[in-house]
Structure formats: C-alpha cells, structure tokens
C-alpha cells in the first residue's frame, strides 16, 4: 500500500504527523468548552407576555387566545401550549424537528407585531425566545448585609451589574429584596373638597414627573455648543408634595393638599433565605455555547475579590455561592476522564500482557493518546463540547483505537519472526494486512455514522456522539497505516529469553490457542449446530432485554443536591410572607436530616412570581459520608408526608422531593412520567386531573403526583352599574 510505504521510508514524516496531532489535540484539550450535554437546539419558542394586575382567565382571553391565533396558522408546528397566571402568560410553540429554529423564531416574532394593536394597551411588549439549554442558572450568589433591606437591594443591585459584566455571563437575575419606592395615599374627601378625580392625578403625575430632550445651544460669542434637557424629575418627597395639580380661583393645588406621601418600599413579591437567614440571591446566567465551568470559576472569582474588598473595609456584607452547577459538571467530566485513563492503563497491561514485548507495548502506548488526543482537535473544530456525550463515545473508542494498531502490530511481528529485517517486516506486514484494516474500520464506521444521522430530540443529543466515535476510528485507522509502520520498522526486537514468570504466562496462552484452535474446528464441523446456537443466544438476548432491562433519557446522578418544592392551594391566596412560613416549617424539618449541609430558599421564584410557590435547594455532605441521593430524597419525603398527616403542614399544599431536572423549560415540567389532558371546559379539566392524581398515587412507583393546574385566587370582582354610573356622571 501507499502510505505504509511512503511512512516507513520517510519516518520524519510520521513522527511530524504524529507531533501535530498531539500538539493541536492539547491546545483543543486546553480551550474546548465543557458543559453537561451537548449544545443542542430544541424546536420550542416560547412568548411571554405581562399584563400587571389581570387575573389568570383575563390573560388567556386578552394576551394569550390572540398571540394563539395569530401563530398557529404557521407551518411545521407539532404542538401548541400555554400558561396563564396573574399578571403573565406564556405560549410554548414546539415545532418539528426539520424547522430551522431560527427561522421559526424570526416567523413567530412577525405573527406576533400583526397582533400588537388588538392586546391592551397597558400589556407589556411580548418578548420571543428560543429554548436554550445554557439558560438554566449556572450558580447563584447569596448576598446578605447588616443594614436595612433597601440599601441591601441596593448593594445586590450594584454586585448584579458588576456580574453581568463578567465574561461570558449572559443575564443576572435577582429573588427578594425590595427597592425605593414613592407611594402616595390619596385622600377621597380632600380630592372632592378640591373636586379632583384619581385620574387627574395620574395625569399630574405622568405630565410634570419626565425629563425632557431640548436640543442643543449654539453660542457664538464663546463658539461652544451645549445640549440641552429639561429635567423635570420627581425624586423626594417634597418635591412630590409640592406637585401642582390644579388652579382653583388662582390657586394652586398641590399633591401633598389630597395626599400623603411615603418613602417606602416596593411591594414584597420574591423572598429568599439561606440556611436559614433573610438574603438576596443572584441567579447567574452564561452566554450559549461557553464554557460553564470557566464562566463559573471567573464569576466565583469576581465574588471573591468582592467578599475580601467587604472583609478590608468591614462593611458586614456577606456573600455566598451556592446550586454551582459547573461543581457537578467538574466532578462527572473528571470522573469519565479518569474512567478513560484506567481504561488506557488497563489496555496497555493485556497488550503487554498478550504480546509479552516492551517494544510492541510501546507503539500501542503511543497510539491511544495520539488518537484521542487528534479526535478532540477535531471534535472541537467541529464547535463540539466536553461533555456526557462526546465523554462517552471518547471512553468506548479508547479500546476501539488500538484494533487496527495491534493487528498491524501482530501481522508485522510474524514477518520479523520469519527472519526478515525491521525494515522490510514493516513493508511486506503492512501490504498484507492494510486492506483487511480498511475494511474493519469502515465496518465499524458504518456502525456508528447512522447514529449520528438520527433524526428527533434523541438524535441531536447523539450527533456528537456518533461523529466522536467515526472521527476516532477514523484517526486510529490513519495511524495503523502511517505511525505503526514506521515505529515497528524502527523498535521491534525480538523476545530475549524468558524468565520463570513469563514461560508460565506463556504456557497458559498456548494452551489458550490449544484451546481455541480445538473448539473453531468444532465450530467449522457443525456448522448447523453453531449457527442454531448462534441464534438462540441471540432470541435469548432480545426476550431477556425486553423484560428485565429499563430505559430512561437520562441516567439519575447522584449530585448530592435536589430540590423540595411547595405549592399553596391558590385558593388560600398565601402572600409571599404566608409561604415563606410554611417554608421554614419545610426548612427546619429537612435541616434535621444529618446529610443536609446548606438549604437555600425563594419564593415566588419562577417566571410568574407566584406567591403561593416556594422551592427549598438542598445540598447534601460529599459522596462516601452518606447513603445515596434518592435514599436520603425518599426519607424526607416520608417525613414531610407525615408532618402533614399530623398537622404539622398545612394539608392543603403539595410537596414535591425530586432531582434537579437536567433538562426542562419550554412548558414540561421536569417529571419523567406526563400525562397531558385537553377539553373545552376548565372546570371539568380541573376534575379530570385531580381524579387521575389520585389514581396515580396508587401505582406502585410513582411519588410526587402532581398538577399544573390549580384554582384561581381569591378577588374582589366589582361591576359597575352602568346607569347609576351614569346618572352620577362618573
């Protein structure tokens, strides 16, 4: 063959190869990105819209039932859902997995500016986003201070704006604290005495608090020019006070004669609380497609140099990383590479131990690392990621990429044996076998390919895996034909005498051959008798597989961190404060569990704001201190169920244990198992998924049953009597 040839008469050339694979496979190694799975683009585009103060059923009627209509006439959707609750809604658009993400994206936000005019006109602007996967949190950061809960907001406001500026952050986002806000109180009986309505002040208000763009000023005499505003901004309270509304009879009525004015605080919709104690929390972000171990190691460090810059100047600020998500990331990527060394480790001893030759050993130790490190500077031209995937297919190469190199190896020694030189063993060894090595490795190529040609959401996840493991075979194949050659026509010698230890190993092999050599003639004898037996191990195989063998998207890891989260009936109307206390009640009861280390706690976290939903992180002692995960998961989840029983809880809340979903958003819900029920008619749904919980509660298996529906909160609803209304003249 060619390159043999060309390799072993050129060997500069084959160590240049083999140096510039290693050289570009380390500097790949030192800026490939690392993340938990592979970057992968789900066909969900999801619009959220806000319309402050609307009950839930205003929302779907005015916000959601319009953007609805207006995006399901496009093309290639597979489903359509939508959440509505106070004040927010959101649409989750899935299409087809053929549809370009972007374009769909691009197609929603054009259906959506043709629908603009019919929302209310105090409906935020709705805002169009692609499910991205780097978008869950990558850490958070828990600030708490000694001073009053305003200039605590203030301060979290201020480290926020400094993370965001971190490289590769993408958006920070804060739970709890309140900010300054002004209130005015208007009096009723002052507004009649100075017959004024509500509505006038607003129109005060909005008219005299701006600050206005003027142009520019040109002066001639010292030839400058100087922009110009009128600043008209309303900033303290007597400023406020001092707020004409009206003439009456030429004088002026202010804001303060109809109203009280308070400095205060904003409304407490969010909460947070770590290990216990009042805090603000920080959600950090990453930009898709970085790194999230990097990002995490500068955001950790930029909260570093803040926290020692606090201790110096003894300002009491207090901060604390807590749910890293890069932590878990570092310890499964680390753990698959050390997997992978004991692998190369062990792979080099059978060599060794079959070949029984330190040269012969060698070439194979110089071929594992140079494929594997070649694959990852192609994988990462490629934009791929260290991650679950890639990971795997790397660890099952590793076997994979010295095949070719021990055949070549084997085939090349038993011309040597024969008396021939280095040189031409090399020559006559690789023209021998080079076409049967080609041909296994585009065997085994056109194996895994079509792996990485699957279509759906299970075929993105293994593109990477499928091109990981093509690209190393390929690499291995490259240098079985150039490298080995040229190795073996330079180090192989043959076996020096044996010792004692050695004629033993040597002994069993052969009688291993003996061995293997009487049951292939039987094979080849009964040729009906091995081909039946063939086929029922393979029947076998398949019945065995299917009933004792689970399947699952994801492995369950034990991170040592899951979540606890609570939800209030709606129908209690529990305010933030109401759910925080039935929080700490959760709180205290799980910190009783011996394995808990840190709890971090926030209400009204999620996108909606909901007062009634609260979520408790857990992170539990290192691996080893501990049973598993899902034992300590299932014993507070007892335990929480019984203080319910007891009265301890209020029992018309749920609780839900579970793991961090490594996947979600896009409307699922991060449970494995989801039923989704449909009708025309909210009240009979309603009924429909409480029955169906309760009948899930009773398989064998299932926890945590739970539904995404739920009663609307308790409201004041005022309707006018059009006519008094109008007889008054109101």
């Not at 002040?201 to 100087?226: D, F, I, S, T």
Request: glycine content about 6%; overall charge negative.
């Amino acid at each position: 063959m060619f390159l043999p040839r060309l390799f072993v008469r050129r060997p500069v050339m084959a160590v240049m190869l083999a140096v510039a694979m290693i050289f570009f496979g380390l500097l790949a190694n030192a800026q490939i990105g690392v993340s938990l799975f592979p970057d992968v683009e789900f066909p969900i585009i999801t619009v959220t819209s806000e319309l402050p103060g609307a009950d839930p059923e205003i929302v779907e009627q005015e916000l959601i039932e319009p953007i609805e209509d207006a995006v399901s006439t496009l093309s290639g959707i597979r489903a359509l859902r939508s959440v509505s609750s106070q004040g927010i809604g959101q649409v989750f658009v899935e299409f087809e997995t053929t549809v370009d993400v972007d374009v769909a994206a691009q197609d929603v936000r054009d259906r959506i500016q043709t629908v603009l005019r019919l929302l209310p006109p105090d409906a935020e602007t709705p805002t169009v986003e692609k499910l991205d996967l780097d978008a869950q949190p990558v850490l958070s950061v828990i600030v708490s201070g000694p001073e009053e809960i305003r200039e605590v907001t203030a301060y979290a406001e201020t480290l926020r704006e400094r993370l965001q500026q971190v490289d590769g952050v993408g958006t920070v986002r804060r739970i709890g604290g309140r900010e300054r806000e002004v209130r005015i109180w208007l009096d009723a009986h002052a507004l009649d005495a100075h017959a004024l309505a509500p509505l006038e002040v607003l129109g005060a208000l909005r008219r005299e608090n701006v600050e206005v763009p003027g142009g520019r000023y040109e002066e001639e005499a010292l030839k400058r020019e100087m922009t110009v505003k009128t600043d008209a901004r309303l900033s303290e309270v007597r400023d406020f006070e001092s707020l004409i509304l009206a003439q009456r009879d030429g004088t002026p009525i202010r804001l303060g004669h109809v109203a009280t004015i308070e400095d205060g605080l904003e409304d407490e919709r969010t909460l947070a609380r770590f290990n216990g104690e009042p805090a603000i929390a920080l959600t950090v972000q990453r930009l898709s497609g970085t790194n999230i171990v990097e990002v995490a190691e500068r955001v950790k460090a930029e909260v570093d140099e803040i926290q020692a810059f606090e201790d110096e100047t003894g300002t009491g600020y207090r901060l604390f990383v807590t749910q890293d998500m890069s932590h878990f990331v570092q310890i499964s990527i680390g753990a698959v590479q050390t997997d992978i060394a004991i692998g190369a480790t062990f792979t080099f001893f059978v060599i060794f131990f079959f070949l029984f030759n330190r040269r012969l050993t060698f070439v194979a130790v110089v071929i594992i690392p140079t494929s594997i490190l070649a694959t990852l500077a192609t994988i990462y031209s490629f934009g791929f990621t260290l991650n679950n995937v890639t990971m795997l297919a790397i660890s099952l190469v590793v076997g994979l990429v010295v095949d070719d190199t021990i055949v070549m190896l084997e085939n090349i020694y038993r011309h040597y044996e024969s008396g021939k030189t280095r040189m031409q063993s090399a020559l006559d060894g690789s023209q021998e076998i080079g076409f049967a090595i080609i041909t296994v490795s585009m065997v085994l190529m056109a194996v895994f390919v079509p792996v990485g040609l699957m279509t759906g959401m299970v075929g993105q996840f293994f593109f990477e895996f499928g091109v990981t493991v093509a690209v190393a075979i390929a690499w291995s194949l490259t240098l079985a034909l150039t490298l080995t050659p040229m190795l073996c026509s330079t180090v192989i010698r043959r076996r020096v005498k044996l010792g004692p230890v050695a004629r033993r190993i040597d002994f069993g092999l052969s009688t291993l051959d003996r061995w293997y050599r009487w049951v292939l003639r039987l094979a080849i004898r009964q040729r009906l008798a091995t081909i039946g037996i063939a086929f029922g191990v393979l029947v076998l195989s398949l019945v065995l597989a299917a009933l004792f063998m689970q399947s699952e998207f994801t492995p369950q890891d034990d991170r040592g961190e899951f979540n606890v989260n609570v939800r209030l009936d709606a129908e209690l109307g529990a305010s933030p404060r109401q759910t925080e206390a039935v929080l700490n009640d959760v709180e205290r009861m799980v910190r009783e569990n011996p394995y808990v280390v840190e709890t971090y706690l926030a209400v009204a976290g999620d996108a909606q704001q909901s007062a009634n939903l609260g979520q408790l992180f857990v992170t539990l002692t290192p691996w080893g201190t501990r049973p598993g995960e899902a034992t300590v998961r299932e014993e507070l989840r007892e335990r929480l169920a019984q203080a319910q029983r007891d009265g301890e809880l209020p029992r018309q809340m749920t609780v839900d244990v579970s793991e961090i979903a490594p996947v979600g958003g896009g409307g699922f819900a991060s449970q494995p198992v989801q039923f989704l029920l449909q009708g025309p008619n909210h009240d009979v749904l309603q009924a429909a998924a409480d029955r169906l919980a309760e009948l899930m509660e009773e398989v064998p298996g299932l926890t945590d049953v739970t539904t995404s529906a739920e009663a609307g909160q308790p409201e004041f609803a005022f309707r006018v009597d059009r006519e008094r209304a109008s007889d008054l003249g109101i």
